[in-house]
């Protein structure tokens, strides 16, 4: 298991001052290069554990600057590790034993609105897509999984991602200088 350090940088975007927690695993440390990237945390959640290696190798982690944070083989296992580990982004199977995908989704969602989620299913069912807009996920992928599929897929929400910290931060160091102006 890898040990993350964080580190609190100051990054300077479109000039503008804004703290970033940036992640990095003690390889990634220990490595002599200027380019540091945030490390974005996945949760993958599969009861068959053939699918959850074929995920871990299909997903191009240091390339997205992705790391992995866990595995759940099921929705209640998942839950509790998403609130211990804070993921940004949750890939989870759609049927999985003691709650289902889509219900995670729904729970996660319920606490958490930064998280990106995806879903991955073997049935093509329409009613499964249906109930998998009403739980607000970022991507409904059908298995088999299709590597270039899940390589836009994660472009997409790592880009998504990043986004959203980068306006979290920004909004936040614009509260806090308007507060010391006052």
């Given at each position: 298991?890898q040990?993350?350090?964080c580190?609190?940088?100051i990054?300077?975007v479109?000039s503008l001052?804004?703290l ?7 390889e990634?440390?220990?490595?002599d ?17 053939k699918d959850?290696?074929l995920?871990?190798?299909?997903i191009?982690w ?6 992995f944070?866990g595995a759940?083989?099921?929705?209640r296992?998942?839950l509790?590790m998403?609130?211990?580990i804070h993921?940004d982004i949750?890939i989870?199977?759609?049927?999985l034993p003691?709650q289902d995908g889509v219900t995670?989704a729904?729970q996660?969602?319920?606490r958490r609105?930064d998280v ?5 299913s073997?049935h ?8 998998a807009?009403?739980a607000?996920?970022d ?12 390589r836009?897929?994660?472009?997409k929400?790592t880009?998504?991602c990043?986004?959203d910290?980068r306006?979290f931060?920004?909004?936040n160091?614009f ?5 010391q102006?006052?």
């Open positions: 298991k040990q993350e350090i580190i609190i940088s990054v300077f479109d001052d804004f970033w927690k940036i992640c990095y695993t003690k990634d440390q220990s490595k290069s200027e380019e540091k990237y945030p490390m974005l945390r996945v949760l993958l959640v599969e009861d068959e554990q959850l290696q995920l871990k190798k299909l191009p240091d390339e997205l600057g992705l790391v944070s759940a083989e099921n929705g296992l998942a509790d998403d609130e211990q993921p949750v989870t199977d759609i049927v003691h995670l729904q996660i969602r319920k609105r990106h989620i995806l879903l991955v073997g093509q069912d329409f009613q499964y897509a249906r109930s807009i009403t607000e996920v991507a409904y992928i059908l298995k088999p999984i299709r590597e270039e599929e899940l836009q897929v994660l472009e929400v880009a998504q990043i986004a910290k306006s931060y920004e909004k160091l509260q806090q200088q308007l507060r102006q006052m």
